[in-house]
């Protein structure tokens, strides 16, 4: 018997018993002899709590977190400071262990918390209907391209070179199944998207546009002739974002965006290795029929009290089965619940400080570093400079215990020197001046006192 | 103050939780740094709100969930086992939960073995050799396995246009067929719960591309076929996938690829016990064997002697399922919950999986029970069962539906209901493993109180629940005219 489970011997005769069954072998009976195992698995046998313990520690002493090293790392996910009321609230059993909340009376929290999470989102995005939540952002963009697809019926998808390389991946790999084709729209001497060049790339087959604010290089997009020249022949433009900066930017929605959707880790969700966070997906109203994923909608119980349901459930995939608008089941309840958790904490007027805090000290390291720019026009968290010898820059600021940043030649071979920089509220302008004596330009004056 | 008030409505002017660090550097306007019209004009309407009440905004929201550390949970296809409290913590370290994704892999060595390490597990667990742990979910899962499919048949010059599906599957397999270009072709169930094997034989040409199936199916019964299943499939050139939903009665016992599927899909919050969190997190990673291996997900974890690393470079990979390498806080769970059991308990798991449902089922086979709920497809199931309400319906004039609400006035989750959609008034039962037999009786008193008392007066469960916080609600209302936030 497993520390999970918990038949006695006892109990085991008086269930083969009930059952009418001599063996557990014999509940196996249905299982062809050719198909066994017929000899137990290749792994290493159970151990205790404490040697389980043991063991994740010492793996996981041999990663090196942002709690070692001062980081500028960035690139679609951001080291964030995490409100200690998250971790708090997210460890009740009550948000933990439920399922998917199938039977609403005695669902009501979750429910809630997906319509006060679709209100925030709502809210950054200035688009009126937002789901409970996606998997992740990349995830996220490519169910956008599906909603194009249900919607137009048209077989082109125009990706901006702005838009983060997962997402342009992820179209990339969806698009076969989707029987559509994806084409990149390049970005200009300054790293803004070529909105001429995107205009000439929309035709009549064009289903989506798909923009990135700010884009991945850190450039805050002019959104408006982008939004302009992608809608031209009936496309929808759809508007990657991350929340953070939506605090201090033009909401996507009132630019005539149709869609924004994204990444959401940066809302309370621990780094993770890259997951679990949440993808968000918000909407103009007349896609509301269209969205995936789950929604929860407002609703009057028989007493006349307000209570909160799945809705427009004939979308989904265990309704609708072959007709539903998108697959999704499980998608990220807990992790949209620390997003409207973390959004409730720094409120109307923290939300924008926090924004303003990163655009400023963001534009000050910019300036401090005093190198040369690859996208010089306004950021708000992040900017990718040019580094004379990125490598062994690199080098001498991980020896120093600084994380310089991404470098961009994986995805960017012209940016071959190339270092993507984030700065988040975490990295004080003592960390930045480090990180401009490690890998700033060769001169030592003080900057901007 | 009334209970259900969202966290906008208790916003007042002035309140805050939030202090902003320190403004270290130059305060520069903001619009000298930004162009008039990339600037936000009217702040979002967050709540404002003070840390007390945030807390107890959300406290008070909880209490309103029923939960898997509170009670019962036999959701049929969900596999609702206990989440062992360990996983909690071992996610939490530093070390997992504040590595960032694109840390160098030198310095994320820890985290490459972890993944090394489970995908290995995983793979011997499946009987196939290869593993990719990037997709998210299940039906991301399934996602990456038609896509998979896709590039493997393009790859060899064929261009195929039909997936079959059993008409007991799941949701998510004919949603997944149709996101990934292809069409549904439903394979008929035969009389003892298995695949349709003449349907199945005149349905699979050389149009088609994939079969999908559940071993045990939907129906919690192992397909005794499943040889006949794999040789009529791969005769036709198709590949067989595994949905691995349903994975938590065969651990140790029977492998899916040595039962010929050649894609499998990981419930990591399933049968890995990651916990539900009211809808997700999930993760849905596959695996395969050598000849679709060429196409799984970029990055791969490799390993070099001591040293692991990701490889980018797979020309013929499909790409990216999503950004980054998978959720790896599930990884890090998951991969705790088979270290605690290892060889010996995950068999465990497996084998009190199926005495618990073969239990139960014998309980709900007792008179007073099974002449309303009778069971569909009676023979030994394994993890779960399925039951028809038809007999309430017509005898006590109760509906599943009835049966299930009524549930909650008894503190147990009702089972999965109305599917399987070919069993009429279905009721999917999954006890779990980590039930205990005093748990199972229980509920099977619970289902006979329900029934008793809806022969003296059906009127109670037909207007159930009465017990929790709000009662039923109009859903199709709700669905008539959405409102779907909240506005002052």
Known sequence: ?449 | MSDTVTVFERSRHGRRAFACPEADVPEVPVDELLPAGAIRERPAELPEISEPELVRHYTTLSSKNFHLDEGFYPLGSCTMKHNPKLHERVAALPGHARLHPLQDPEYAQGALELMWNLQAALGEIAGLPHVSLQPSAGSHGELAGLLLTRAYLEDRGEQRTKVLTPDTAHGTNPATVTMAGYEVVKVGTAEDGGVDLDDLRSKAGDDVACLMLTNPNTLGLFDRNIEEIAHIVHDAGATLYYDGANLNAVMGIARPGDMGFDIVHFNLHKTFTQPHGGGGPGAGPIACSDRIEPFLPVPQVVREGDAFGFDFDRPRSIGKLRGFQGNFGVFVRSYAYICSLGRDGLRDVSEVAVLNANYLKALMGEPGIAEYLPIAFDRTCMHEFVVSGRGAKEELGIKTLDIAKRMLDHDVHPPTVYFPLLVDEALMIEPTETETKERLDHFAEVVRAILDEAKDDPEVARTAPHTTPVRRLDEAGAAKRPVVRWRP
């Open chain 1, 1 to 449: 018997m497993s520390r999970y489970t918990g038949v006695t011997e006892e109990d085991l005769q008086a269930m083969l018993g009930a059952i009418g069954a001599d063996s557990l072998e014999d509940l196996f009976a249905d299982i062809p002899e050719s198909v066994r195992l017929g000899r137990e698995l290749d792994l290493p046998p159970g151990r205790s709590e404490q040697e389980v313990y043991e063991h994740l520690a010492a793996l996981a002493a041999r990663n090196r977190s942002t709690e070692e090293e001062v980081t500028f790392l960035g690139a679609g996910m951001y080291d964030h400071y995490v409100p200690a009321l998250i971790d708090a609230l997210l460890s009740r059993s009550e948000f933990l262990t439920p399922y998917t909340p199938y039977q609403p009376e005695i669902s009501q929290g979750g429910l809630q918390v997906m319509f006060e999470f679709q209100t925030a989102i709502s809210e950054l995005t200035g688009l009126p209907v937002s789901n409970a939540s996606m998997y992740e952002g990349p995830s996220a963009v490519a169910a956008a391209g599906y909603l194009a697809k249900l919607e137009t019926k048209r077989t082109k998808l125009v990706a901006s070179r702005g838009l983060h390389p997962h997402s342009r991946a992820a179209l990339r790999t969806h698009a076969p199944g989707y029987g559509m084709e994806v084409v990149e729209a390049p970005l200009d001497d300054e790293c803004f998207t070529d909105v001429e060049a995107l205009a000439g790339m929309v035709d009549d087959d064009t289903a989506a546009v798909f923009v990135q604010q700010p884009n991945f290089l850190g450039t805050v997009e002019d959104l408006g002739p982008l939004v302009e020249a992608g809608k031209r022949t009936g496309a929808l433009l759809v508007c990657a974002a991350d929340p953070i900066p939506l605090s201090i930017l033009k909401p996507p929605g009132e630019l005539g965006v149709d869609l924004c959707v994204g990444e959401g880790q940066t809302l309370g969700n621990r780094l993770d290795f890259g997951g679990p966070s949440f993808g968000f997906f918000a909407a103009d109203e007349r896609f509301i029929r269209k969205m995936p994923g789950r929604i929860a909608g407002e609703a009057r119980d028989v007493d006349g009290r307000r209570g909160f349901v799945l809705t427009l459930q004939t979308r989904e995939q265990h309704i609708r089965r072959e007709k539903a608008t998108h697959n999704i089941c499980t998608a990220q309840a807990l992790n949209a619940l620390a997003g409207v958790v973390y959004l409730s904490w720094l409120g109307k007027r923290g939300f924008v400080e926090l924004g303003e805090l990163l655009l400023r000290r963001t534009h000050y390291a910019r300036e401090a570093l005093g190198l040369e720019a690859i996208n010089p026009g306004p950021v708000v968290r992040e900017f990718a400079v040019r580094v004379p010898d990125l490598n062994a820059a690199t080098a001498r600021a991980r020896e120093a215990g600084v994380n310089p940043g991404y470098p961009l030649g994986r995805d960017y071979p012209e940016f071959s020197d190339g270092l993507l920089i984030a700065v988040t509220e975490r990295r004080t302008k003592e960390h930045i001046d480090r990180l401009v004596e490690l890998v700033g330009a060769p001169k030592p004056a003080e900057v901007g006192v």
